[in-house]
């Protein structure tokens, strides 16, 4: 893994919809399989700078990880609730030059098949921990996420890019149940990760 990606500690997830309108000659193609094929790496190296990346996104059943993956790709939101199992997405994005193709896993929430998410775990590239802000224990299984990424990954001599995403925050006030100023030093402070 050392050497395969170029993100540090944070990165940035725009929408769909941005990267139409900030760059007329990026385009987003829609290539979707629902299967749990391997990925394969592209050569990073040398003309055309294409890289191959996979993120996998993790958290608690019901936090929203489903919709922020549809709305990031494909710019639209259901408010029906549908559990997965596990959902592979394939894209490939291109900006400023830097073609990226992105295998982009939606995780189960449940951890009924714990060797199944180790694997997940050990074939990733970037996470993306999503917690709901009106569910408390969602932040505790983040946590707990992560301290699995970082045994799964302790032989890795590279930094692991995680982005942590706090969910659900058109909800009232009064249904917060993680205080943003806490998870957000938690997070960017003592985990040094991106929030």
Do not use: C
């Amino acid at each position: 893994m050392k050497g395969r990606h170029q993100f540090k500690r944070r990165f940035s997830l725009q929408p769909s919809s941005f990267l139409h309108r900030e760059d007329s000659t990026a385009h987003h193609r829609t290539n979707i399989r629902n299967d749990t094929e391997s990925s394969s790496s592209s050569s990073g190296e040398g003309g055309g700078h294409d890289s191959r990346h996979k993120i996998v996104v993790m958290g608690s059943p019901r936090v929203g990880k489903s919709s922020i993956i549809q709305r990031f790709l494909f710019n639209n939101f259901s408010t029906k609730y549908k559990p997965t199992i596990e959902e592979m997405f394939h894209e490939d994005f291109s900006m400023n030059g830097v073609h990226l193709k992105l295998d982009i896993l939606d995780s189960s929430g449940t951890n009924e098949f714990p060797a199944m998410r180790a694997l997940s775990i050990s074939s990733a590239d970037a996470f993306i921990l999503v917690y709901a802000i009106d569910d408390a224990a969602s932040f505790e299984e983040v946590r707990i996420i992560r301290d699995q990424i970082f045994e799964t990954k302790a032989s890795s001599s590279s930094a692991i890019p995680i982005v942590v995403v706090g969910n659900k925050t058109d909800l009232p006030d009064d249904q917060r149940q993680v205080p943003y100023d806490t998870t957000e030093s938690v997070v960017q402070v003592d985990w040094e990760n991106g929030f």
